[in-house]
């Protein structure tokens, strides 16, 4: 009998404990459904601050552009997308445009604000594992026609940009008129041609897989600058041959990995072709293949764009430059978006009426005490005439007397 009581009392004390753990389930689904059915309100955003914050907690996905605005305040809200009191749906697009306050043309013209200015687009080669005192020749040079640099002079070209107010810029963005740098800044563009494994020389991969990058490679340097410099943009055009960066066992996770991290990557053609000297069949062969590797290793996220090999020909009109720009090939046709000589000088703004991206000059990357369009004597010439930033991508700024200049365009034009 004490037994059988002692189980009723047992079972009794079960069933009230369940019983208690069934009313907190039901109390924890209510408050939590009554939570989700809480809708949440995109509230009317004020200033840049809270564009951050709010965009940042339901991940929303911004598209900001700024407007000079004479009536609100610099870094205020002048409009978004989604309206004040609609819901928020975590994921989801949202165009914000933010102030930069009164326009002032005497602060533009003060600050030599020129959208019309020349940019430099750098060509380099190989980075040489030497140091310049034991290449024999003039400043980081290590050959005597200065196509290859030292780690060491590559650092500091990266680091003079720098202090001269040169930020990169994408070549792919520059030839398309989309020129975002911030204000009282210039945009400079860097390439590099043959796919040197010195580019991206791979040691090895880490325990995941991943490639390890040679810290005085080309990009091992530029991912260094990176970290240095976190507040602008590392970019780089690398124009490659048919060895893509002669690392057969590596080659394709290059690629993916520099396409992953900011780099763009063009054609050379297959096997460094002189086009002036060679036939029309070998310049479409050659391009052709280029292209169909970058296809078949990165479909659709290579950059259409030829470096010239030689910088040949030398004009448009030679016979061959019809098919450095397009053709069809043993079934296959393509279309190059721009070409790049081997050149001497910095190129005019992509606004610019004289502006030609399937001919576009280069700037040597090389020591020649100032001599012979060097570096120093790029950067010199420059000084006078170099594109400067209003720091708003989708407005033009130019000076008054160069607006006979200027082509056609769809931006906003502002003058001073």
Excluded at 95 to 108: F, H, Q, T
Excluded at 136 to 159: C, H, M, Q, S
Excluded at 169 to 193: A, Q
Excluded at 243 to 272: L, R
Aim: hydrophobic share 30%; with cysteine.
């Amino acid at each position: 009998m004490k037994r059988k009581k002692r189980k009723l009392k047992i079972g009794k004390i079960i069933s009230i404990f369940l019983f208690i753990i069934l009313i907190l389930v039901l109390v924890y689904f209510l408050l939590n459904k009554e939570k989700s059915l809480k809708k949440e309100l995109m509230p009317k955003l004020s200033d840049i601050t809270e564009v951050n914050t709010i965009t940042t907690k339901y991940e929303l996905k911004a598209n900001i552009t700024y407007e000079y605005n004479d009536e609100i305040e610099k870094d205020k809200v002048i409009s978004q997308s989604i309206k004040e009191g609609s819901e928020i749906t975590k994921g989801s697009n949202i165009d914000i445009v933010i102030s930069l306050g009164k326009l002032d043309k005497e602060k533009l013209a003060s600050d030599n604000i020129n959208e019309l200015g020349k940019v430099p687009i750098m060509m380099y080669h190989g980075i040489r594992e030497k140091t310049a005192s034991s290449t024999g020749t003039t400043g980081g040079n290590v050959d005597k026609d200065g196509y290859n640099r030292t780690p060491e002079a590559f650092r500091e070209d990266l680091e003079f940009y720098y202090e001269k107010g040169y930020r990169m810029v994408r070549l792919e963005d520059y030839i398309h008129g989309n020129v975002d740098v911030e204000y009282g800044k210039s945009p400079i563009i860097l390439t590099f041609d043959d796919g040197n494994e010195d580019n991206i020389r791979v040691t090895g991969l880490d325990e995941d897989g991943n490639i390890i990058i040679d810290k005085n490679s080309a990009i091992g340097i530029l991912e260094e600058f990176k970290k240095k410099h976190p507040d602008v943009p590392v970019t780089a055009t690398f124009f490659v041959n048919g060895g893509i960066f002669n690392q057969e066992k590596y080659n394709e996770k290059i690629v993916k990995w520099m396409i992953e991290n900011g780099y763009d990557i063009g054609n050379h053609t297959q096997t460094h072709l002189d086009i002036k000297k060679a036939t029309s069949d070998e310049v479409q062969k050659e391009i052709v293949y280029v292209y169909n590797k970058l296809e078949e290793l990165i479909p659709g996220k290579y950059v259409k764009i030829i470096a010239l090999p030689f910088g040949s020909p030398y004009t448009k009109e030679h016979e061959n430059y019809k098919y450095v720009l397009s053709s069809t090939y043993d079934g296959k046709t393509y279309e190059t978006e721009a070409a790049l000589r081997v050149g001497w000088e910095p190129e005019v703004s992509p606004y610019d009426k004289n502006f030609d991206k399937t001919f576009l000059k280069r700037c040597r990357a090389y020591d020649n005490n100032g001599k012979d369009f060097d570096i120093e004597m790029v950067f010199n010439m420059l000084e006078k005439n170099k594109y400067i930033s209003d720091g708003d991508p989708n407005t033009i700024v130019i000076k008054e007397t160069d607006e006979s200049k200027l082509e056609a365009t769809d931006k906003k034009v502002i003058t001073y």
